[in-house]
């Protein structure tokens, strides 16, 4: 992935340069574009909007500290079920590895 913010927590973009973005719904940013997205009203990379309206911001962020890409990220949050279970298509090792961030903070 290139080196991009995923998110840009509304603390740090209400009060700079960037807080334009209220008045169009987002902004772009060296090519990259961001949409605020509620309730947190952060900033998101568009390409990631979906994966954190689904998974929440916390896993978000959890995805991309791991570095798993934004279309492994789509995938899990396809085929996990947010309380925890897993469908019986997950079989290959990166979705056991998006799956146990799911289980391990719903216990």
């Not at 085929?79 to 903070?105: A, C, H, M, P, Q």
């Amino acid at each position: 992935m290139n080196n991009i913010e995923i998110i840009i927590p509304k603390e740090v973009w209400i009060n700079s340069y960037l807080s334009i973005a209220r008045y169009y719904g987002g902004i772009r940013i060296n090519g990259e574009e961001y949409s605020i997205v509620p309730p947190d009203e952060d900033l998101v990379a568009r390409k990631w909007v979906g994966v954190y309206k689904k998974a929440g911001r916390e896993k978000t962020i959890e995805f991309a500290r791991r570095g798993i890409s934004v279309s492994a990220a789509r995938k899990a949050v396809r085929s996990i079920n947010l309380s925890g279970g897993r469908r019986k298509r997950d079989t290959d090792d990166e979705s056991n590895v998006i799956g146990d961030l799911f289980s391990n903070n719903n216990k």
